[in-house]
């Protein structure tokens, strides 16, 4: 999926899973089209969706400046959904947003800055904003983010797919998503990683991640 006006692959990939969140998935990708670092692709990934999810994030896209699509395919969960969605470019790095989830204008550019004098890290997430029904709500200590992660992980997933960009060779290397795992994929692959892997932390709130909403499939750990 190059460029509009060029051959070269954009230097960051995009990944969006959606199913049934037909607005909230308008809002995810007007906050990636918003962003400032611009060197990226955006795959929207339709899993089985019976709301027009698919449509509306086309509607969103229409004359975007960034290469971009919407891929549809059967409801296979989420895990399967991001790793469809990866496969479909070669960018050197991956990103991943929820589309419950929204990102501030200048997300991607700090965390690749971050990233680029930092060649050590093989991948990195940023803080967040929570907000719960419409209201702001602060993390408990328990939440806390740091580079070693793996012991505290055992207890509570502590990376967020929204956060992270990572080395789209790590990612190979991890075997991405386990497309056997209905829920807690996430938390899964990061335990997986965070056993080897330093997980940098751009120190900033720069994902604001939406719950308390009907479908959220880890409503019942928040």
Known sequence: MPGP???????????IPVRDRARMVQDAIA?????????????????GSSDGSAAAAEAVLAGASVPAVVLRQP????????????AATVSPWVAFLDSDDLWLPHKLERQMAWLETRPAYRI?????RWIENGRHRNPRAWHRKEERLFRRSLARCLV?????????????????????????????????????????LVPERLVVKRGGHAGQLSRSIW
């Open 5 to 15: 006006a060029s051959n070269v692959m954009p230097h960051v990939v995009v990944v």
């Open 31 to 47: 906050s990636v089209l918003a962003q400032s670092y611009r060197d990226y692709a955006l795959v929207v990934v339709d899993d």
């Open 75 to 86: 409801a296979r969960g989420v895990a399967a959904a991001r790793n469809a969605g990866v």
């Open 124 to 128: 990195a997430q940023t803080e967040e």
């Open 160 to 200: 967020s797919p929204s956060a992270v960009v990572m080395d789209r060779a790590l990612y190979v290397e991890m075997g991405g998503f386990d497309e056997a795992f209905e829920l807690c994929e996430d938390y899964e692959l990061w335990l997986r990683m965070t056993l080897r892997e330093t997980v940098g």
